[in-house]
């Protein structure tokens, strides 16, 4: 096959591959911190080890306090030791204390409504969980939707309690599948197992695919295909030595670039998708590199790209 002086000239700069850019795809302990802990909220009631002096098994290793709670149940050293991260002097919280060698969990109330300022519905989100509370069984569900899933916060005892509410009677109100503006996540459904997505033609990249799932639209993780960025593809492609391909890494790299932001870039990843992480490039009779086995990928390629 004879090409024109700039056809070639571009096949130098490597009208061919590399891919883009991979994928579009407070802790305390003793008898102070217990002080501190009582006095933040009234204990409501004890976790189910509570009371309890069983012994840890010395063969499992003992947990520290640290940002997060330990495990209940799990091992701990400092008898007496109390460990509440998320203590607040208004709103409830969960408290861990080391008895008998085990982390035992205990309720913390949301304090005196007297002294704790009551948290009001807000316009435009619900109170934070657990905090304060005044009017006993309002109800606060500002994003209510007859259609969509929303939070409803309850004052209940004195403490806003969420309640989640899942979307509508999909015979009223589903959302049925548009390719090109997607249902929202959560919303309602009616043919268990659909699929709905953009088409997802880029191997290469992220794909947003919704699922019919119990009566509503829910997200599917679709990961992208393992395609190698320019840097990475390129030394294959030179090592192959091909008379149409590129001459050195700089000049691959170059047109690898270029080809990702080219109209041809659908089928430049369609061919990254299909050579993968570790390919073996050859030299087909037009000297153009291939790899065996993604002959149509690149043939696709080669046509957008040298018509």
Not at 32 to 41: D, K, L
Not at 92 to 115: K, L, M, R, S
Request: proline share 10%; hydrophobic share 30%; net charge negative.
């Amino acid at each position: 096959m004879t090409l024109p002086m700039n056809l070639r000239h571009h096949l130098v700069g490597f009208a061919l591959l590399g891919a883009g850019s991979l994928i579009s795809a407070g802790c305390t302990g003793g008898s102070s911190t217990s002080e501190t802990a009582t006095t933040a909220g009234t204990e409501s009631s004890t976790g189910t080890t509570a009371g309890t002096t069983e012994t840890a098994s010395t063969s499992d290793a003992p947990v520290a306090c640290t940002d997060a709670l330990p495990p209940e149940g799990s091992a701990c050293t400092d008898d007496g030791a109390l460990c509440a991260p998320d203590a607040h002097p208004c709103n409830g919280y969960t408290t861990a204390t080391c008895e008998g060698g085990v982390w035992v969990y205990a309720e913390v109330g949301p304090g005196d409504p007297e002294i704790c300022t009551p948290v009001p519905c807000g316009d435009d989100d619900v109170p934070p969980e657990d905090s304060t509370c005044a009017v006993e069984g309002e109800s606060c569900a500002p994003n209510k939707d007859p259609c969509l899933p929303y939070t409803d916060a309850i004052c209940t005892e004195g403490v806003w309690t969420y309640t989640y509410i899942g979307p509508g009677d999909p015979s009223e109100c589903s959302f049925p599948c548009d390719p090109d503006n997607l249902p929202p996540e959560g919303s309602a459904c009616t043919m268990e197992g659909e699929l709905c997505s953009p088409g997802c033609e880029d191997p290469c990249q992220f794909c947003n695919v919704l699922s019919c799932v119990e009566g509503a639209w829910q997200p599917i993780e679709v990961f992208p295909a393992e395609c190698l960025s320019c840097d990475e593809l390129c030394p294959a492609v030179v090592d192959a030595s091909c008379k149409m391909g590129p001459p050195d890494q700089e000049a691959c790299v170059a047109g690898c670039m270029d080809n990702l932001n080219s109209e041809c870039m659908l089928d430049f990843n369609k061919m990254l998708a299909c050579v993968g992480d570790e390919p073996a490039f050859s030299c087909a009779d037009d000297g153009l590199p291939i790899v065996e086995g993604c002959e149509g990928q690149f043939e696709a390629f080669y046509a957008c790209s040298m018509p």
